[in-house]
């Protein structure tokens, strides 16, 4: 009788689990879309991504964040959204960002629909870190395998995307260049900020090929509001024959970034605010080839043409 008890009970705490545990949000990940999801990240981009083919349990929290580890001797700065890691000489730029960081909510579910707070990411916060220069960015970096090139690297998004959804690492910010000015901080961390709102509102159950001037270009708008972004002669005559919205990526920064700020200024300028915010809830959804059709009645390649015959608006 006693051992039936106790198998009893253990299958009773066995069905608890499962019943409080989350259904997985993302079950049947085609392999197309965890190939893409495994390639973000380049030297041209900031971000690094990775998939976890195994769901992650729940809560997720920030017990495992790398800057509770005391070793690390950061500071921490925490509210109800957000963690702030950074050392004792960023004490100041780290209530700054927290500033700018609440500031973004209300505009990114503006632009992007949607914020994800603590209790969309099943009780996790924003973690953020601030690094000084570029040595400690770069160990930052390889704490994450993040093994490229991040010369370059203002801002980078970290993240995971597994059955069980969206799981973002850690925003990190290199102090070598996100703190040479006040505007500068506030315009890379609502750039990775747009990342994390914006990867994180994609269904992957579907199959998925977002190009770089994209997700880049929209990062670009949404960080620098009422901004519009200017070209020489010279950069535009390249975006016009290099700029391929079907490829991969664009051949330089530039172009991926300033030039895909552009790209939704140029829909905003044609279809108003509204058409932009309707054509990134479809796309979130059936992607970009659909979106197009479904909200403005074209083509992904007759948009670009339109885009590049105009671009000499964005002229300086």
């Not at 106790?6 to 949000?25: D, H, M, R, S, V």
């Not at 490229?148 to 059955?163: D, F, H, K, L, V």
């Not at 890379?188 to 900020?193: A, I, S, T």
């Not at 590049?308 to 002229?315: C, G, H, I, Q, T």
Request: proline share 5%.
């Amino acid at each position: 009788m006693l051992v039936f008890i106790l198998a009893a009970l253990a299958l009773t705490q066995i069905y608890k689990k499962g019943k409080n545990e989350k259904p997985l949000i993302y079950a049947d990940i085609p392999q197309g879309t965890i190939d893409w999801i495994n390639s973000l990240g380049n030297e041209l981009s900031g971000l690094l991504s990775s998939f976890n083919p195994f769901p992650r349990p729940t809560p997720w929290g920030n017990d495992d964040d790398l800057g509770q580890d005391p070793e690390s001797g950061l500071k921490t700065l925490e509210d109800e959204y957000f963690i702030f890691y950074f050392p004792e000489s960023l004490t100041k730029t780290a209530k700054l960002c927290q500033e700018y960081a609440h500031e973004a909510i209300p505009h990114l579910e503006d632009i992007i629909g949607k914020y994800y707070y603590p209790a969309d990411m099943n009780g996790r916060k924003v973690p953020i870190y601030l690094l000084p220069n570029q040595k400690e960015f770069e160990n930052f970096m390889q704490k994450f395998s993040g093994r490229g090139n991040y010369e370059r690297t203002a801002g980078i998004t970290i993240q995971e995307i597994s059955p069980s959804g969206y799981f973002l690492n850690a925003i990190g910010l290199n102090g070598r260049y996100a703190f040479s000015d006040e505007a500068y901080t506030k315009n890379v961390l609502w750039h990775e900020m747009t990342h994390y709102c914006f990867f994180a509102s994609v269904d992957y159950n579907q199959q998925i090929d977002l190009p770089m001037w994209c997700y880049e270009g929209i990062a670009e708008y949404t960080s620098l509001p009422g901004e519009r972004p200017s070209f020489t002669e010279k950069e535009i005559r390249m975006m016009r024959s290099d700029c391929d919205f079907s490829a991969e990526h664009f051949p330089y920064v530039f172009e991926n970034y300033a030039g895909g700020h552009s790209i939704f200024t140029h829909m905003e300028d044609e279809y108003q605010i509204e058409g932009l915010k309707d054509f990134l809830q479809i796309m979130y959804e059936k992607g970009i080839s659909y979106s197009f059709k479904k909200n403005f009645s074209t083509t992904i390649q007759a948009f670009e043409s339109d885009w590049k015959a105009d671009l000499e608006k964005f002229k300086k």
